[in-house]
């Protein structure tokens, strides 16, 4: 632990006021969720994208982006309703006669300005043991200029095989993707090179016998990360010795978060430092969603006092490096803690004072 928290120092070295943009980072994000709508998917409901398919090939949705992205991060929540371990469901072959199949597979794809695509297969599978399943993750690149290739990795853990939901992520940059996915939190599945320079949309695909459930997501141009102010950091004593209650190192306690609304990006530990008439929050580590961008002495966020005691005006700065400051507040509380609610996503974040 010393060594790491000598590390954590060094990288926020000689106190200065953070390097800021004219603005904050506005990105280009688009949001589809509950409180939004999902128009103008073609299999759009009041609460999600429902992809039911009862026909033998395989039923698309998918949205055009108004402009094109090499940079960007898709996520989203999505279930098979049609996955329960002792059921088949039926669908109907070309001829018009009915078949049955357990375990149909869904998937997402992105496609590319050259017309080159990246498809995502996922499908259960049943172990020989009966008693344990696994996501099996057939992802197949389609290029045009180079034959087709094809990758696949299987999930056995942190993700539900069946009707639940479960969490994906797809992050590109400088020609590879990373993919991950979870049930609670999000997991690194694989690493793939992407045929496209950049995408044009984004889709969900239903196999036969499949009813796909898909809510909460978020496409993100990532091309404004790097506007992020950062800070410098010397002189760690100063946090020790404050006699400031809500300067220090802090770590995420807990939290209570709608998923579809609001996603954590990991498992934060912040310095918050006071400047002038604000606190910054100091990011030092715990970033699983774009953990390469974050690094050590980014700004992750702003304390202002309100009128009432221990109560801040925040802004958040998300995983994808975009500013939330929609009427969200933090509350001191007990046992150094600072709870931070954001009312619009119908989300609670709890942080707790640690020692360094």
């Keep these: 632990?010393?060594?790491?928290?000598y590390v954590l120092f060094c990288l926020l070295a000689a106190w200065c006021p953070p390097t800021l943009p004219q603005t904050l980072p506005t990105g280009n994000r688009l949001n589809w969720n509950k409180s939004r709508g999902f128009a103008p998917f073609h299999y759009a409901t009041p609460d999600a994208i429902v992809i039911n398919d009862t026909l033998a090939t395989p039923l698309n949705d998918s949205y055009s982006l108004s402009s094109q992205s090499s940079d960007f991060t898709l996520r989203f929540t999505a279930a098979n309703l049609h996955n329960h371990p002792s059921k088949t469901y039926s669908y109907f072959s070309s001829n018009g006669s009915k078949r049955k199949v357990g375990y149909p597979a869904w998937g997402f794809f992105v496609k590319g300005n050259n017309g080159d695509s990246l498809i995502v297969k996922i499908q259960t599978k049943e172990l020989a043991d009966a008693l344990s399943s696994e996501a099996r993750v057939h992802v197949k690149i389609h290029n045009s200029s180079l034959p087709a290739e094809s990758v696949e990795t299987t999930i056995k853990e942190g993700i539900d095989c069946y009707i639940d939901f479960n969490n994906w992520q797809l992050t590109a940059n400088d020609r590879m993707a990373t993919l991950s996915c979870g049930n609670h939190s999000m997991a690194e599945v694989l690493k793939i090179r992407t045929p496209f320079e950049k995408i044009t949309g984004f889709g969900f695909t239903a196999y036969p016998g499949a009813c796909l459930d898909i809510t909460g997501i978020t496409f993100t141009d990532n091309s404004t990360f790097n506007l992020l102010p950062m800070t410098s950091w010397s002189n760690p004593n100063h946090l020790q010795n404050t006699k400031d209650p809500l300067e220090g190192y802090w770590t995420v306690f807990d939290r209570s978060l709608e998923e579809s609304?609001?996603?954590?990006?990991?498992?934060?530990?912040?310095?918050?430092?006071?400047?002038?008439?604000?606190?910054l929050i100091i990011y030092l580590d715990g970033a699983r969603i774009n953990a390469p961008k974050w690094q050590a002495g980014m700004v992750k966020g702003y304390l202002t006092p309100d009128l009432f005691p221990d109560i801040y005006n925040v802004t958040w700065i998300d995983s994808e490096g975009l500013p939330l400051n929609k009427d969200i507040k933090a509350q001191k509380g007990e046992g150094e803690t600072l709870t931070i609610q954001f009312p619009y996503q119908s989300s609670s974040l709890r942080l707790r004072k640690i020692a360094f």
Aim: net charge positive; hydrophobic share 40%.
């Design 1 to 5: 632990m010393a060594t790491r928290c």
């Design 261 to 279: 609304l609001l996603q954590l990006g990991g498992d934060y530990r912040f310095a918050i430092v006071k400047e002038a008439d604000k606190y």
